[in-house]
């Protein structure tokens, strides 16, 4: 009571695509993740010669009842903007000088073409596709910082039947090369400088 209210910038793209990587124009998907409510929202499309990954990111700073970072309803709403899962999973992350490997949730979407998306959480530093493991995390963040904040990244790239595994290290790539600026960015409340 009585502080100021935070005002917030809006997310800021990693500073500069890895090197191999390159920023995209977006590629007409016409699918972006159904997480509403977020303070914070970012959509970013990168390219390595003829590879695509979107990256989105949903970030929560003041929550309250029904706008939160774990949510109850569907993720994968049906047939929403033509898109439907044809296969959900759990795939290892493994975050090469980070926390270690986690699981993210794997779905594979069809629709105009075929999409790989995976899915975690970022809560207090620390990743989980648990949404329960995601709701202790905050329950110690709020009990420990007084505050309750999380992100929800979502990794996402076009994926042939016959090519899965490709795709996969596509996205592991991506990650492996993207994650520390990333995390730069979630954890900055100023806007990135411009390069």
Do not use: C
């Not at 590629?27 to 590879?51: I, V």
């Not at 270690?100 to 970022?122: D, K």
């Not at 809560?123 to 995390?137: Q, R």
Request: proline content about 7%; charged content about 20%; hydrophobic content about 40%.
């Amino acid at each position: 009571r009585g502080a100021e209210p935070t005002v917030l910038t809006p997310l800021q793209a990693p500073v500069a695509a890895a090197p191999g990587w390159t920023d995209a124009a977006d590629p007409g998907w016409g699918w972006t993740p159904h997480q509403p409510g977020a303070d914070r929202e970012l959509a970013r499309y990168y390219r390595e010669g003829s590879s695509v990954v979107g990256l989105y990111l949903h970030q929560y700073l003041s929550q309250q009842q029904q706008v939160e970072l774990v949510q109850t309803a569907p993720l994968w709403p049906r047939g929403a903007g033509g898109w439907r899962v044809v296969g959900q999973h759990r795939a290892a992350l493994d975050l090469a000088g980070g926390p270690g490997r986690v699981r993210v949730q794997e779905a594979v979407l069809s629709g105009r073409g075929r999409l790989l998306v995976w899915t975690v959480y970022r809560v207090d530093g620390e990743y989980t596709a648990n949404p329960y493991l995601a709701k202790l995390l905050e329950a110690r963040q709020q009990v420990l910082q007084g505050r309750r904040e999380g992100t929800r990244l979502f990794f996402v790239t076009p994926v042939a039947e016959s090519a899965m595994e490709q795709a996969r290290q596509r996205l592991q790539a991506f990650i492996d090369q993207h994650r520390i600026a990333i995390e730069q960015v979630l954890d900055s409340r100023e806007p990135a400088a411009n390069p």
